[in-house]
């Protein structure tokens, strides 16, 4: 079964549900903050993702961190990633989709959600 891992708040998280649940797709729901990941999925997420592509840092909450947080990550750190995800879950990029047969994606792109649709036994 799909997880997809999400933000309730966040637009594109609603777009790409709603692409999923058109396609009749079943898929596990992860809210970020209400749910929160432990550190094994963080560390699964960032081997598969990289740091640099699950940390958002066009969001919000990267702007908001100081400077010293940022540079934490500055040689990707991989405990640096999961202790900045774990205290602050809006900056992981969203949404985040895994599964069986399929490499986990960050972010969404209808293209790319057709394509993945097409390939799902």
Wanted: proline fraction near 3%; glycine fraction near 4%; charge should be negative.
């Amino acid at each position: 079964m799909l997880t997809f891992i999400g933000l309730k708040s966040c637009d594109t998280c609603r777009k790409a549900r709603r692409h999923l649940d058109n396609a009749g797709l079943e898929y596990r729901y992860i809210d970020v903050k209400a749910d929160g990941l432990d550190t094994a999925t963080l560390t699964q997420l960032i081997e598969a993702l990289g740091v640099d592509t699950l940390i958002n840092r066009r969001s919000t909450t990267w702007r908001q961190l100081d400077d010293t947080e940022k540079a934490r990550l500055a040689d990707n750190d991989t405990q640096a990633a999961i202790e900045l995800l774990s205290t602050h879950p809006s900056l992981m990029k969203r949404p985040v989709l895994t599964g069986p047969n399929v490499d986990a994606r960050a972010g969404y792109l209808a293209d790319d959600y057709d394509t993945l649709i097409d390939h799902i036994p």
